[in-house]
């Protein structure tokens, strides 16, 4: 019974961890700058603020997945929707280029707006969550 409870651990966690890792190389492709070199290279907070906040918004209804599946395919199928709509949340909101431009703001470093991209990355991840507690 242990070593079953441990294997299911298991796959669950490594399964959550590929769909983390998996989100990390989609992110990079909807947003139209180079997260990572913005990070990594640039030392832009603004970048580091806004990534971190997309990963926790994709965490929170990844946790609700987990803890509310009643299988491991129900758990696949939830965790693929939200990072779906992680993923077009941030696509839309910096690609929309209306009075102020998410994009242009944080490659200028500008930290505010990092931070209200992450805020917004997690209120989505909140209520993502909280839709999927059915």
């Known amino acids: 019974m242990f070593i079953n409870s441990f294997l299911s651990f298991g796959l ?33 907070t603004a970048a580091a603020i806004g990534f971190g906040g997309a ?28 990072m779906g709509i992680q993923l077009l949340f941030a696509f839309i909101i910096i690609r929309i280029n209306v009075k102020f431009s998410f994009e ?13 991209m992450a805020f917004l990355s997690v209120c ?3 209520l993502n969550a909280g839709s999927m507690s059915y």
């Open 12 to 44: 669950f966690f490594l399964s959550a961890m590929l769909i983390v890792g998996l989100f990390l190389y989609l992110y990079a492709l909807v947003t139209p700058y180079d997260d990572y070199k913005l990070i990594f290279q640039e030392n832009n």
């Open 55 to 82: 990963i926790l918004g994709l965490c929170i209804p990844l946790y609700s997945a987990l803890v509310s599946s009643v299988s491991y395919i129900d758990f696949l199928i939830w965790a693929c929707v939200a």
């Open 104 to 116: 242009k703001q944080i490659e200028k470093g500008a930290v505010s707006v990092g931070i209200l």
């Open 124 to 126: 989505i991840g909140l």
